[in-house]
């Protein structure tokens, strides 16, 4: 069973930093393409950023530059490194994967930006 579990989530000022985790487990971690979501009340989920297994990374343009996404495989572990955080960043923030044509979601983690 695919089970994805986000942490880091935090109540911080504008300009700070913040690392989100997403321990992942039922996959073989090392050979999926992983992505983050946000999403703000009343609005649709938008994605945030992506890396292949081979390490590559996608980014969409509001969070270039100042977000890095990584993983570790050996922990199964996928991150979110959030610099220059602004208030518009204000977001519950989703870990994903697609496994067998499904996607797959963690309950998430909520980050609040003050301006």
């Known amino acids: 069973q695919v089970q994805l579990v986000e942490s880091g989530g935090d109540y911080v000022e504008a300009g700070k930093s913040l690392r989100l985790s997403c321990k992942a487990s039922g996959i073989n971690f090392k050979t999926y393409t992983m992505n983050w979501y946000r999403q703000t009340p009343g609005n649709r989920r938008e994605p945030v950023a992506t890396?292949?297994?081979?390490?590559?990374?996608n980014y969409t343009d509001s969070v270039n530059g100042r977000f890095a996404v990584s993983r570790d495989n050996a922990y199964r572990t996928l991150y979110l490194q959030m610099n220059a955080l602004k208030s518009s960043d204000t977001a519950i923030y989703y870990c994903?994967?697609?496994?067998?044509?499904?996607?797959?979601w963690g309950p998430g983690t909520q980050v609040t930006v003050s301006s």
């Open positions: 890396i292949t297994p081979g390490v590559a990374t």
């Open positions: 994903n994967t697609i496994h067998r044509g499904h996607n797959y």
